[in-house]
């Protein structure tokens, strides 16, 4: 079978074909083979990012899926805003950006959090296997949490952190409980300083138990890569602002925020 051959597409219920396409490396100009249900590729030649520049017709193929998936997404939404999320949108798995570069950061410069639990570097899979995983979601939901800058900065922001992780677990339990089995939920802010910060050591690390806190601790979105600037683009927000609150004075704003995979 020769490489412009259709296959039959598994992931979306059959209902499209997957069909290769060919574009040029903006790099080397090297031609690179591109799926059509990819969003990307890389150049073997020169190691640059490839786009698939025709993958919105997906989304138009999965919004037509019917109302009823779009109906409990929508109710997930709802609920995140009622647990205490500023807001929450759904979004295609397709415009998650998983970056290298922003894994390696947690390492070098060293973040104070790595290595401190399982759900930070290097304990974690990483960008290359969480990107295996987004192969098998569509839909995602992102949260944030809105919240004055010098409140994030102060000794509020563990409460602030707990908060995010709190929700996020919820709508991941709530998203099984709908009849998506493998939803999983990332978070911003490390498990060790938010829920065992008073503790020595992540006991799951040094012990070999369970986790303190597997009810509501989730893993951290910066050790898989998970670009959380584009991740607000996509859902139409921005990261850092300042409000004016009586027409004179302005408060310097921020976000947090969380993902939850929805399957």
Not at 156 to 175: T, Y
Request: with cysteine; aromatic share 6%.
């Amino acid at each position: 079978m020769g490489f412009n051959d259709y296959y039959k597409c598994t992931g979306l219920d059959h209902i499209f074909n997957i069909i290769p396409e060919i574009y040029s490396c903006p790099g080397c100009g090297n031609d690179v083979g591109i799926w059509s249900d990819e969003r990307k590729r890389i150049c073997a030649n020169c190691n640059s990012v490839v786009h698939n520049k025709n993958h919105e017709f997906i989304k138009e193929i999965m919004i037509q899926q019917g109302d009823e998936i779009n109906s409990k997404l929508k109710s997930l939404t709802q609920l995140a805003c009622r647990l205490g999320a500023s807001d929450a949108k759904v979004i295609f798995t397709i415009d998650i950006v998983v970056d290298d570069g922003l894994a390696k950061l947690c390492k070098e410069p060293r973040c104070e959090n790595y290595g401190q639990s399982t759900s930070c570097p290097p304990y974690v899979q990483g960008p290359s296997k969480f990107r295996e995983l987004l192969k098998n979601f569509h839909h995602a939901i992102v949260i944030k949490i809105d919240i004055p800058l010098e409140i994030l900065l102060s000794n509020e922001r563990r409460d602030i952190m707990k908060l995010l992780h709190e929700i996020g677990a919820e709508i991941e339990r709530s998203a099984i409980q709908m009849g998506y089995p493998n939803s999983k939920a990332f978070v911003g802010g490390s498990c060790k300083q938010i829920f065992c910060k008073d503790y020595i050591d992540c006991r799951v690390l040094t012990e070999g138990k369970e986790c303190r806190n597997p009810r509501d601790s989730r893993p951290s979105m910066s050790g898989f890569g998970i670009n959380v600037s584009k991740l607000m683009q996509v859902a139409g927000w921005t990261m850092n602002r300042n409000i004016s609150e009586d027409g004179q004075d302005t408060t310097s704003m921020s976000t947090v925020s969380g993902l939850i995979l929805i399957n």
